[in-house]
């Protein structure tokens, strides 16, 4: 009997330290291995949480263009710029901007749409050391998992836009290409820009392309260019026509009671 309630205070004790665990080791407590059914449970309540969060926040933005890149690119790095002006461009076209919404590329991005008047989003992530959201969010949720968070940047976007990065932004670009490849998502259009930087990665693919690793149909799956005008026709052909998107006036009604907020256009 006695064992049986060691066992049992020894599962609350697990279930309440995921409970009180601090945000940023989410992630770690997720995949450290197995644990108490109490504390899987718990895990999956906090998943659960983080999903609901972001659907609250986001269900209301509008089609969106999500651009992936790195934190650390400086204001007065090119890419910053090309960046920059691929979000103004992005929100004349029609999209919401939305970013994982730190510094960088992301800053530039949404920066980009705020100037252009357009609308911009960010998915932010709890990491130990503290990656503050940018200032040119009309709208920023801040997830505990990463999984959770890369699953809404894709949930809610029509294209993707690939500039310099690192790891992150290496995994980011394989998910998207892993998922249209495997049709989990629709062909959206994947825009990879600033070639000098990726051009050896562009190589790479098209090398597991002549190795039969993937079909040499999988090439056409990404798009590479420093061009603003065609990296935005491609968007175009391959979004607002084949999907049949267009601007309408009035937006679906949020529920406030529900914790849903709407976005101004």
Known sequence: MQDKEDSVSESLAAASSTLTAPPECADEIFLEGPRSRFAEFFTLLRVMRDFLRGFRTLHFVGPCVTVFGSARIQRDDAHYDLARKMGAAIARLGFTVMTGGGPGIMEAANRGAKEAGGRSVGCTIELPSE????????RCVRMHY??????LLVKYSYAFVVMPGGAGTLDELFEAITLIQTAKIKNFPIVIMGT??????IGFIDKMAQRGMIAPSDLSLIYATDSIDEAIEHIRTKTIEPFGLKRVPRRRRHLPWLGERGLSS
């Open 196 to 201: 000098d930087y990726w051009k050896e990665l």
């Open 146 to 151: 990463f999984f959770v968070r890369k699953a």
């Open 131 to 138: 990656q503050p959201a940018n200032a040119y969010l009309d």
